[in-house]
């Protein structure tokens, strides 16, 4: 069994795709329940954020574990598998194990270093949990990543400058009115959703020293919890519902918009409406909503200027942050260093199921060898005898050591499976006795799977690039 990731990231395929393809929040155990019940997956997490989807699964076939994965994304987008595949990346095994080794250090994030991943991460692993679809390989994988994700933020600073997509979004927005990256001092900020990405909207417009944030929500209860803790926090909030946008519009600098909803919640006509009393005041819209919350027509109401995702992936793309080289390149080989440290751990585990089964082999054969002894020697005093068998016992717990020792150590290496085959070879172990002592878990194989079905699919296979949270159960 090995460990499939298949997905679509704001590094390999255009906002408008990512929108279609996205899964929102009531739609993940759906997905979840539908992959697991496929032929090849056997546990399943997905991970879908405001710049990526992806699916982590435990496989048995790296051929059917990318049709059973791929088309159930594809059906759920409603898109040919054709046109998401172009822009799908896949990672397998060993790979697969460092890029969620990088994506938990904010490696993988459209802004580089930003830590909400982890939170992202370990919502996403609390919902497959949940929804039972996950087992022993990807719990102790998630919380290996959770762990690695904490030490890169921890030991190398890489977060020090606390940016994230809301962050940058609204120094984005600072520009918009006339003033210094992230200067929103004196300014009314109107926040739609309450969840995770409105409370850091609202902690990043707290410190860009907003004079007043709104909070609206669907659910009022929600948006007034976020309020009341903004105002605790040093700057006035209020809460309302979604249907008070035009008024609260009227008089708003910025409007910061991350619902997670599937549709348009804020309309061009609102927008207008509200603006045509305000005098000609600039409002800059933050779209962070994946898909996307705002009607795009909203860049034509006279005065309002629109951030969103796309804007944003524009901007950052390849953007390198000479201040922080140092920080990434120090992330970069915390990550390696773990993936190869856990990779080992897992070839080292592998092993031991037939190390098992041999001094298993060995204490039968013992156990025969005395059993002999004693219808030939009936009369054998007592003490002789068992004096005896702890003697014939030592002798082959010594002659085994070694050998033992020396396995476990050998198959913490790339080819570290080959020790345990050759094991099972010399001493015609049966093959399904180590799976008897105990299930494997994932393999740290690196193997590449044959091509044809990569070559089927149009998608890319990724090796390996060089690039303390812990999750309960």
Do not use: W
């Not at 270093?113 to 102790?140: C, F, K, N, P």
């Not at 995770?196 to 009022?220: P, T």
């Not at 080992?344 to 585990?349: L, N, T, Y």
């Amino acid at each position: 069994m090995s460990v499939l990731v298949v997905g679509m990231s704001h590094r390999t395929a255009p906002v408008a795709l990512l929108e279609k393809a996205t899964v929102g929040p009531d739609d993940v155990p759906k997905l979840l329940d539908e992959m697991l019940r496929a032929e090849h997956v056997s546990e399943v997490v997905l991970l879908a954020t405001c710049n990526r989807i992806e699916a982590y699964a435990v496989v048995d076939a790296f051929h059917g574990g990318l049709t059973d994965v791929s088309g159930v994304l594809a059906r759920h987008s409603g898109l040919p598998l054709a046109d998401l595949t172009d822009h799908m990346y896949v990672h397998y095994a060993a790979s697969a194990v460092q890029h969620l080794f990088a994506v938990s250090a904010g490696l993988d994030s459209m802004v580089v270093g930003e830590s909400q991943i982890l939170g992202q991460l370990r919502s996403a692993y609390a919902v497959a949990d949940d929804a039972e679809t996950v087992g022993r390989v990807l719990h102790e994988l998630s919380q290996q990543a959770l762990r690695v994700g904490k030490r890169v933020h921890a030991r190398t600073g890489i977060d020090a400058a606390g940016a994230s997509v809301v962050s940058e979004a609204l120094a984005d927005a600072s520009r918009g009115l006339g003033r210094e990256p992230g200067d929103l001092g004196g300014t009314k900020a109107v926040v739609v959703g309450a969840g995770a990405m409105g409370a850091l909207a609202a902690a990043h417009l707290r410190r860009a020293g907003a004079a007043e944030i709104v909070v609206l929500n669907r659910s009022e209860e929600r948006a007034e919890r976020l309020a009341a803790k903004t105002t605790d926090a040093g700057t006035p909030a209020r809460a309302g519902t979604i249907d008070l946008l035009p008024t609260e519009l009227a008089d708003a600098d910025v409007l910061v918009t991350c619902t997670g909803s599937v549709g348009i919640v804020v309309g061009r006509e609102s927008v207008a409406a509200a603006r045509a009393t305000a005098g000609g005041r600039p409002l800059v819209v933050c779209d962070l909503g994946l898909p996307r919350d705002v009607d795009g027509s909203v860049v034509d109401v006279p005065g309002v200027a629109v951030v969103d995702l796309e804007t944003l992936q524009r901007r950052l793309t390849d953007r390198v942050d000479l201040e922080g080289a140092d920080a990434v390149a120090a992330a970069r080989a915390i990550v390696a260093d773990e993936a190869q440290a856990y990779l080992a751990s897992q070839r080292s585990a592998e092993v031991t199921p037939t190390v098992t089964a041999l001094r298993r082999r060995a204490s039968e054969v013992v156990d025969a060898e005395l059993l002999r002894l004693d219808s030939r020697l009936p009369d054998l005093e007592p003490d002789v005898r068992s004096e005896f068998a702890r003697s014939v016992r030592r002798v082959v717990d010594k002659l085994l050591h070694t050998p033992t020792v020396q396995v476990k150590r050998l198959a913490e290496g790339p080819d570290g499976d080959s020790y345990a085959q050759a094991l099972r070879l010399l001493f015609e172990l049966d093959p399904q006795t180590p799976a008897a002592v105990a299930t494997p878990g994932m393999t740290g194989t690196t193997a590449r799977p044959g091509d044809d079905v990569v070559a089927a699919l149009n998608v890319e296979l990724h090796e390996p690039r060089a690039a303390d949270e812990e999750v309960t159960r």
